[in-house]
């Protein structure tokens, strides 16, 4: 196994993240957070970034005000996990766009999709940045056009009733025709899909 | 979720709200009544049919799963929002599924069509994500029923679901290990795969598999060698270079092929990481073996590196490499313990702990002092708040110890320092728990070995027992050093001081043991201080020794009521002793006039004590002793009372027991009569003589019946020998009494048991060869010059026997049991974080299908049982035809004894009913069920062949535990 367990922690020692590559129950989930908690906000800065824990190894990054654990396996390679973590953080980075901690809080399951796409029963699963992203993108895509039929088929007694308002979705401001949403950088692969659902709707 | 699911204003919360609320608590109080009510929320909302609502709910269990919160009761739920046509529910549904489903999550079995389904679905992405899921939900059942999906999803048309699918494979594995058999020719095709990716996470999972049972993959060296020379991905370097890392070790031939190549890999590559890996496959492959000097210089100069730079990181696991290496080539990692040494004072403990742990290798005579001293003086804080923390406070104190006592104090050629050192670590390490009788331990140690600085040793053991600050901050020194000042009690320069200070310390200040320790030293003392004459024995001299006796009464009476039963015991006995010194001295006459102390005090007070002097024993030494001869430890003392046939289980019960108490019995009885005595040594001895047939010249005089004889008398004699319990047994367990020159003795008369003894073993040549070989380094005078500290005399343990080779044997014996033992204790109490892949370390690929095989077998036996219920239908049914009469049986035996009958040739059908002759019967019931399926012949019921089938399968299932077993055994062996 090479990582047991990913944990993103603020500095008040607050769980953001935690991904579990093994089977365990709450209450040991529950007191390995607390015990690697308390030894990772120990750390001070200039020390090295590794810790014995149990038979296991903790490696930690400080990224900004997180914490970024991961457990590995007492024989495995402490380097490369420092590695994982940074290539996690640099995905994370490109897909929120200069992420930050409230990026984190708020769509935490978007960080759960890119270490899923990352690291798969805690091997690393694709070495290039490019594809993961892209795995990403191709998902959220998938999901956006649902939404947006959904959305649509809901609000379609409405806006039938309502000229001039046609293209409204209710949730964002007046939508300019073929322009996709600002919130994530990833348009040009979605407009594709997206565009051609709403061919059917408004065309 | 930027879908607009959770911005219909239908929900109470979105997960949004959710976060935003909890945020906005202020105290944990608030947030977690917060929480709770968002809980009952999603309670209500996770049974609404809108599947958003659903969703929605299961999302914000998820989040709360994330801080800690049980969501184990919505896990149906989340089955169903797995299970939606949705990508984005499902998405959601299988988030939530790998966060909170476990083991014992029972919904999973429902679980298994979905699975299917999804992973069968046209679009790669809900198979992707079903992999996903299945990687952490999979369970043994799961991964029965999914093998084959998953087999075929290594085919897939796109490599982004076949990488997935290979590294699931390894989950799939631990669950159930049978599914490698069927998959490991396509895991195999997949090292050739065209997409790099795919190669890789097949590496990771023959990474993985390997480490548990590295045999089944030798054959795919050729292949992964290929990928090591041609790949440039480092990712998978890593990975390919720790799989040979796993191989090396049992196929010594890869070593040639594997170090050009990683010698290549270490020279050139840039990443730490890659060389790191390269290092340490090379130290854990086991391809460092003392002769390859030139790998490991290379090794060992590659690794500086880390040193040079001012990466934390790279100390750190530069620490670890060499703390491999170093167990190889010492010398070599020896050249770099200038960077070592400096790691020693690193800001960072874990760095800290490493170097420390490496130096105790490095230590030599020239650099002992100074490391030493460098890390006393970190244990000495330099302010307040830099008060290291305890674990490594324990570790450094350990160190310290550990490479001062190394090799029998190879390093330390000037003791007095180091008995300074020794009182200087109980001075600084007040509060650290435990280390107190480490340091105790060795100080009693060097008292012992190194006779040179023995008064000095005392001396300080003797400022500790009357120091207050060490009863406060490390009492645990004191045992040792009460032993110390009890036992060299001849070094004291003011017994009745340190008497003085032992029998007033406060009652309750000590525990038992220590009680026990002091109890046994103050008479030792006691008989120093009056014994001896030091002083000459005048009336006002007298007077100050009742004085003391009377105190020392005191002070044993307060412990003669002890809980402890140690104490109780050596208190109550020394107690009576001291008593009668009381009367034996009120007993003098009152004036000056040629006046001798007691012989109670002078003479049998100091034979008890200074007889013989303390010398280091081996821990060994004591299992060497053979079995003497006549003794046969299986033998009953009081074999147990002939039992009646009709006894009940439960008097077999209390048969049972009394059994084992008297194996323990006579085993404890065994144990302290060696641990205690000379003479079942010495008789030992003799019967290995006799038996050996190497009698020396006094001993061929001597016939069986003198032997036996003396054996007799010598029986008798410890009996009643005060001398013969061993009173300091406990606390010198490493030392015992073997020096025989008791000059001292001035009770030695004809019929002295002592001389006897001592003529007896002198009979003996094998206790002659080893006072010799013990003596000889012993008995040189402790006038050895401290101005050549390089040539102090240190005791070796004495130990019996050939000791080189019982050594090898024994260590090796040990070694064995320590390993089952350690690979017993790891399978019962796994840690948490270990995974538990027992099935996959014993999971031969060679091994013929064994499985295949037991199913068969169950077939057969299926088939069997099947036969026999038909035919004793039928037969039940014929009975009933030709008797016209409905018989009710309730109990086999009744049928048994009817069938018994009519074998005799009775033919009447009547059910027997005394309860007389079932009795009569039920002894034979067993023999006659099993005929009964043989012959199943008219009489045989139902009932009785269902019976005979059940042993039968009892019986399968039991044969096949073994099997199991077996190769449980044989596993561990490989």
Redesign the interface.
Known sequence: MAVQYVILLSRQGKVRLAKWFLTLSLKEKSKIVKDVSTLVLGRRTKMCNFLEYKESKVVYRRYASLFFIAGIDSTDNELITLEIIHRYVEQMDRYYGNVCELDIIFNFQKAYYILDELLLAGEIQESSKRDVLRRISQQDALEEAEGDEEKFSRLMPYISQIPGLSSYDGSGPLPVPGSGSSSTSFSSARASRVGSGRDVYYG | ?????K?TPLFKKS??DL?RGI?ACKDSEATDKYIRSAISECRQEILSQDMDFKTMAV?KL??L????H?M?WASFNVLEVMSSQ???QK??GY?AA??S????TDVLMLATNMLKKDLASS?H?DV?MA??GL???VSPSLARDLAEDLLKMMNHSKP?VR??AV??M??LFLQYPEALRSSFPRLREKLEDPE??VV??TV??IC?LA?KHPKNYLPLAPQLFNILTTSS?N??L?KII?LFASLAPIEPRLKAKLVPPITNIIQTTTA??LL??CV?CIV?GGMLSKEDEQLATMCVGKLRIFFEETD??????GLLAYNKIVLTHPLLVAQNADVIMDCMDD?????RERAVELVVYLVNTDTLFEVVKRLMLQLIPQTRDQVLPEHYRIEVVRRILNMCSKDTYANVTNFEWYVAVLVDLVKITEGVKDVGAEIGAELQNVAVRVRSVRDYAVGAAARMVTDKDVMIKNPRVLKYAGWVVGEYALYLDNPEVILDAMINIEPQSLSHDMEAVYIQAVPKIYSQYAGTDRVPWTYSHAQEILLMTEKIVAYLEKYATSMDIEVQERSVEFLELFRLITLAIKERPNDDMDLTSPALISQVMSSMFNLWELNPVSAKAQKRIPVPDGLDLDEEFNPPAVYSESEDEEEALLREMVMKQQEQNSAKNVNSAAAASVTVKAKSKKSKAARDGAPSSEEESEDEEEIERRRQERRRRQAEDPYYILESDKVVSKSRRSRRESSSSELSGPDDPMKNEKLDIDAIPIMKLEIASIAAPVTKKKSKRRSQPAHVEIAREETFGDDGAADGVDSDDNMARRKSLAARGASQKK?????DARGLENYDLDSPDEDEADRQEVEKFKAEILEARQKAAKAAEEEVMATHIVVKKKKKKAKVVKKVKKREGTNETKPAKEPAEKEETTQDTEETTQETTQETTQETTQETTQETTQEKTQETSQEKADENGEKNVEGHEA
Do not use: C
């Not at chain 2, 489903?101 to 014992?104: H, R, S, V």
């Not at chain 2, 840690?831 to 995974?835: D, E, F, M, N, S």
């Open positions: 979720m930027s879908t607009g699911i911005k997960l949004h976060i945020r999302m998820a989040y799963q994330m801080l800690g049980d184990t949705k990508f984005a998405r959601i988030l790998m966060q489903f476990g083991a014992d679009n992405l992707a992999i996903s990687s952490n939900i982004y990488k997935k590294l699931v390894y989950k790099v990716a890789s996470a990771n999972v993985e480490k991905n990712w998978m890593i720790k730490m990481s790191y890996e340490n854990s934390q990181n790279l100390k750190f696991v800001p960072d403990l874990s760095i840690g948490i974080l270990r995974v």
